[in-house]
C-alpha cells in the first residue's frame, strides 16, 4: 500500500524542515511551526516563539543530526535519528513524533535515549 498524498505532502514539509534545522536554518521552523505549537516534552515551552528561542540555545541547534527514518499518515510524521556532538560522539538516539494540521506542525512528542557502547547493542541502535 502506498502513501497517500497527504502522508507524502507531511513527510515531505517535516524531513525539509529537519534538513534545513540540521543545516543551521532554525528560522525554518516559523515556515513549519503552528502559532499556537504545543510542545510535549517536559521541561521544553510551547508556543512556536517559545520554542524556537529554547531550541535555538539547546544542545540540539548544534548538533550532528543523522536521519534514519520516517513513517508519516495523514496526520502524524515520526522521524528516528541519531543526534551527536563533539563532547558526546556517541549521542543519543532519538524518536520525534510531529502532528500536523493544514501544513503545519501542531504538536511534538520525543523519546530520547542515549547510544551506550557498541559492544552493548549487538544489533545497533540504528
Avoid: C
Avoid at 520554542?51 to 513513517?71: E, M, S, W
Avoid at 512528542?109 to 545497533?124: K, L, M, Y
Wanted: proline share 6%; glycine share 6%; charged share 25%.
Amino acid at each position: 500500500m502506498s502513501e497517500s498524498n497527504k502522508a507524502a505532502r507531511n513527510k515531505e514539509l517535516v524531513v525539509h524542515g529537519f534538513t534545513e534545522f540540521a543545516a543551521g536554518n532554525i528560522d525554518v521552523l516559523r515556515t513549519v511551526l503552528h502559532e499556537d505549537f504545543i510542545e510535549h516534552s517536559p521541561g521544553n515551552p510551547s508556543g512556536r516563539e517559545a520554542f524556537i528561542a529554547f531550541v535555538a540555545k539547546a544542545p540540539v541547534a548544534r548538533a550532528r543530526l543523522d536521519l534514519k527514518r520516517v513513517v508519516a499518515d495523514d496526520e502524524h510524521v515520526v522521524m528516528h535519528y541519531h543526534m551527536a556532538t563533539d563532547d558526546d560522539p556517541r549521542g543519543v538516539a532519538v524518536v520525534d513524533i510531529w502532528r500536523l494540521v493544514d501544513g503545519q506542525i501542531v504538536e511534538h512528542w520525543d523519546v530520547v535515549q542515549p547510544v551506550p557502547e557498541t559492544a552493548r547493542v549487538p544489533h545497533g541502535m540504528f
